[in-house]
Every structure is written in C-alpha cells, then in structure tokens.
C-alpha cells in the first residue's frame, strides 16, 4: 500500500485581525488571517513544516522533495534542493519544484504517490508553502493567508491510501502575478466565480465521483479550496453537500494559503479522522483536481503531530496595521535594500553545513560538541577527530541575552542571545518571543529564517524560538 506516512504543518503565529485592516480597533476573537513576519517566507514555513512532520521519524531513507509554491523568493533556483539541505536530507536526492499554479500542491502530492508506486523513489517528502502577496487595502488582502503543510510518501505506516483522482486543466485569467509583480491581480469577482472557480471545482469532483463509483455520502469530510469564503459556500451549495462533512475552510482564521492550502485542509482533517474514514479533497488553479484517500489503521499509532490545530492556538496578535505593512516591507524605511553583491557565494557553498543544516561536530575523543566545525577540539585539543552532528532537532538555552535597538527591524528590539544547544554555545537571534518574556535558561528550539536581504536575495540561518510547553 503506498500512502501517506506522516504530515506536518506551519501556520506563523502572528494574527491580522480584519478591524485593523479596516482601521478599527482589533476585536478579540474576531476574525483574522495568518501572516508570515519580517524574517518568515515561503522557504523557512516550507522547512519548519517539513521538521513538524518528520519529527520521531530517521530522514535516511528519504530520497525525493517535491516542492510547491507560487511565492518562491528565486526565480532561478530550486527551492527543493535548498529546503532539502536546511533539513540536513542525502544528497541523493530527487528533487524538484512544483510551480505557477495554486494546485501546484496537490499536484505535487499525487506526483510523489506516482514517484513510489512506480518504484522510482522510496519516501518522498512533499512540502507545499505560500506566502501570496495582495495589494495593502485591497478586497484581496483580507482573503490571503500564509502557511505550509508537509506529507512523507511511502509504503511504511500508511494512515492514509491514494483511491481516485480526477484532474481538468482550463485557461482563464482569474488569477496571476507576472514576473516583476509584487502583488497577485484578479478579474472581477462575478466572473472569476462562475467562470474560473465553480464549473472547474464542480467539473473535478463529479469526474472523480463518476471514475471511482462513489458519491459525496461516502465520505466522512470534503475539503474543498477557494479564493474566499463566499465562494466557498457557493460551492457547497452547488455540490448540495451536507454541512456536518465539510472540513471547516479556515477563512477568518487562516485565510487561503495558496498553493499549501489543499495541504494544509488535508493535514487538519487528517487530525481528526479515524480509520476507515474517506477523505475528498480537491483544489482549483487553471482548471481544477480532486483526490480522495482512505485513512488506514496506522493513523491510531502515529504519535501526535504539530498540524493545523496546534498552530491556530498558538497565536500572536499583531498590534496594528501600520506595524503589520513596516514587517512585510510596504512601508517607505530608512532602510532600504543593498544593492551589492551580497554575501560571497563560495563562504554560502563552503559553510553550508553550518548555515543551512545546522550542523555542528563532537569531538571523539572527549564528546565536547563544537559550533561551527574547527579543526581542534577546544576542550582535549584533539585534531580531526570529530563526528558530525545535526543541531536543528535539538533543545537548547539561552544562557545569556541582550536588547538590540540599532539592529534595522520592524519590531525592535532585536533579541540576541548566546544559547546552550548539546553543550555548545551559539550566537542566535531569539524571536517570535515578547522581550518581556525572555529568562536565563528558558527553553529554545531552532527555527529556519531569513536572517537578511542582501545582494538582491534573501539569505537564511537559524533563529530561536521559545520551546512549546506541549513539545
């Protein structure tokens, strides 16, 4: 059986609240969207949610990526091979990136499903991650939301099989960002509606209802993507679906999360379902696909996983509007972006074990754990004698801290510590933590971010975040 062996998701802490964007101020538990911060883009949620869903789990066997996205900072340079050394994955590797359409997610899943069932991989990981981008104040903004959601194809511990699927493609210009474009454009809404979304939606889900003999009663949640809530509901009604199966779309919570959505629907119902469940999902973008899965008995032993839950409540409010524009860049700032070459190409290709792995060593002869990799052990001062180690999946502590308030960022202070991890002492930036928070000896995890643009393009390291007291 090949299936889903495990999954993970990322939702950024950091709530907009919709009366803030309106200009009013935030209602409590009103609605609101996910927002990546200044340091967060579609790489780093790609990668946290990937460790989320490979927590327990060895990462030897893995030997595909697929990712997707629509919001990759690169235009010239796959995502997968970097998200796959920042994971500290073999180098022998099938990588590959899934692009340029909203069911680029989707699409990647049911690539890796083919890629194992055929023979050509073992365990494909698929991360799908979007960080889409609307015009400040426009009818779009309020709809978009950021994340990402992570499945590991395999053969092993399946808790959930690939039954059908049905795809169509369509041209039709309901959505699109050309190269250059900071902002996603949309037809009028009317149009995009009936034209782009709902025959497309409706066209996939009855070709898969007619291919696999079966119909919307059969299935204990219908997950279904849309650009907003009404359209949602639009399609429920067409689809004359029963309001008890519909997996709730997280509009006023989340927001739709582009290419990750359909992943990030799967990951939630996913936490709720029980064996012998059948889950439909299906996703739109230049036409549309469907997909439904059985949940096997291995989802009873898969132990309890960072998904879409666990992420809404773990929030953050973000105080205002104007502080929300200041971290994604769209406030004029004194300052502004280098236009130099940026860090050297050969110092990011010769330590990228320790930049984007996250690797370290311990010495041999005495275990003393060293960061970043020397020759000589400091503690024996033995020589070359070391064993590589990976410090992303580990716990560590701030020993010591400071405030930062010269450090450019659009919500100073910048938290710099000196943190404990395995032993070894690292300089790392602490976020998504209240200074007011921060304590000598307070728990810590890694996290991957952008540590900053320079040269044009975004550069990437590890950061703290305060450990969750459920980890």
């Known amino acids: 059986m090949i299936g889903i062996q495990s999954y993970g998701a990322y939702i950024p802490p950091t709530r907009l609240s919709f009366a803030s964007m309106a200009g009013r101020p935030a209602v409590e538990d009103g609605p609101e969207k996910a927002v990546a911060w200044n340091d967060e883009d579609s790489v780093t949620m790609a990668v946290a949610a990937a460790l989320n869903c490979l927590r327990g789990l060895g990462r030897e066997e893995i030997d595909g990526l697929f990712f997707a996205s629509t919001t990759y900072p690169f235009m010239e340079k796959q995502g997968a091979s970097l998200i796959a050394r920042a994971l500290d994955l073999p180098r022998s590797l099938r990588t590959a990136d899934y692009t340029g359409s909203l069911r680029a997610g989707l699409s990647a899943l049911r690539g890796a499903l083919d890629a194992v069932a055929a023979g050509s991989a073992r365990k494909v990981l698929v991360v799908a991650s979007d960080c889409r981008m609307a015009a400040p104040r426009s009818a779009l903004e309020m709809n978009f939301g950021d994340g990402a959601a992570a499945f590991l194809i395999s053969a092993d511990g399946v808790i959930a099989s690939l039954e059908s699927s049905h795809a169509i493609a369509e041209e039709i210009l309901d959505f699109w960002r050309s190269e250059g474009d900071p902002y996603v454009h949309t037809w009028e809404d009317r149009f995009v509606i009936q034209e782009g979304y709902l025959p497309q939606m409706v066209e996939a889900l009855q070709g898969l209802l ?12 219908v997950m279904l993507c849309a650009p907003d809530k009404r359209s949602h509901g639009t399609a429920a009604r067409a689809l004359k679906l029963d309001p008890t199966r519909i997996q709730d779309p997280l509009f006023g919570k989340l927001g739709s999360a582009g290419a990750a959505f359909a992943g990030l629907q799967l990951a939630a119902a996913l936490e709720s379902a029980a064996p012998g469940d059948r889950l439909l999902l299906a996703s739109h973008g230049d036409g549309a696909e469907a997909a439904s899965f059985e949940v096997g008995a291995a989802i009873a032993k898969l132990p ?21 524009l200041k971290a994604r860049g769209l406030h004029p700032s004194e300052w502004t972006k280098g236009s130099d070459p940026g860090l050297s190409a050969t110092i990011h290709y010769r330590e990228r074990d320790a930049d984007l792995s996250f690797c370290g060593q311990r010495c041999n002869a005495c275990g003393t754990v060293q960061f970043p990799a020397q020759r000589v052990c ?3 001062f033995a020589k070359d004698d070391f064993a ?13 801290y400071t405030f930062d308030y010269f450090f450019p ?18 300089h790392l930036q602490l976020v998504d933590c209240p200074p007011e928070q921060v304590a000598i000896d307070m ?22 975040i305060p450990l969750p007291e459920d980890a």
């Open 388 to 400: 590589r180690l990976r410090l992303s999946d580990k716990v560590g502590k701030v020993v010591t």
């Open 378 to 380: 400091d503690s024996c």
């Open 443 to 464: 728990p810590i995890e890694p996290t991957f971010r952008r540590i900053h643009d320079v040269g044009g393009r975004p550069n990437y390291f590890w950061k703290g």
């Open 210 to 221: 007619h291919a696999s003999g079966t119909t919307l009663t059969d299935y204990a949640k």
């Open 409 to 426: 960022t659009p919500d100073p202070p910048t938290v710099v510590t000196i943190s404990e991890i395995e032993g070894a002492r690292i």
């Open 304 to 324: 309890a996983r960072r998904g879409v839950s666990w992420h809404l409540a773990r929030r953050r409010a973000v105080p205002s509007y104007d502080h929300y």
